[in-house]
């Protein structure tokens, strides 16, 4: 699962700009929308620039628009030249639209560091969701305090491969008339660089 495409996953997203982009519009698409709906949009619109109001809705246009910006583009240099994962993390909660959590979604998939402790993973790890809050006016070093604080905690909890297929597990699991199995939950993140999935 992990092993075997987040490597791809970060390798395509770290070639330019525009595989960047790609990458964190998927992050987008994936907040509070069901995995299989995020690819399917995601790929309609990487393929012929056509959004879907159902996925991409409200706050999502102000992500997207800043992805697509000279300001989103800066973020995407600044954090790949960055190694520290908290940093990193921290960078990509600049973002308009994505808090820590997602933040960490995209650290993953770009750095192989963090992890994606979203709904699913709260319920699994018994944990407390206020604690992962930021706000885009949070000052530069608190926002670093507090994904140095959420690096920790992924780390506490196996680390990111472990957080990435116990995820995937769970999920085929959940919905087994959707996938059928850990590692096709898995494969469908790469949909952007493999040929995608029929729909």
Known sequence: MYSQH???IQNYARTSITNWNHTATFVVATIRIRLVEAVEAHTKLVKTGSINPRVFFGFKNSSLDYLNSFEGHNCARWALAEDNPA??????????G????????LATLTHGVGGCLDSHNIKLYNLKPR?????????????LAHADRYIKLCDKLGGTEKIW???CSHI???YPQTYKDGGEVSQFHTHYIEEPPAF
Do not use: C, E
């Open 6 to 8: 987040q490597p791809m």
């Open 87 to 96: 940093t990193v993390v921290a960078i990509y909660s600049r973002i308009p």
């Open 98 to 105: 994505l808090d820590i959590v997602k933040a960490g979604f």
């Open 131 to 143: 604690s992962f809050r930021t706000h885009h006016k949070m000052l530069w070093d608190t926002r």
């Open 165 to 167: 297929d116990n995820w």
């Open 172 to 174: 085929a699991a959940k």
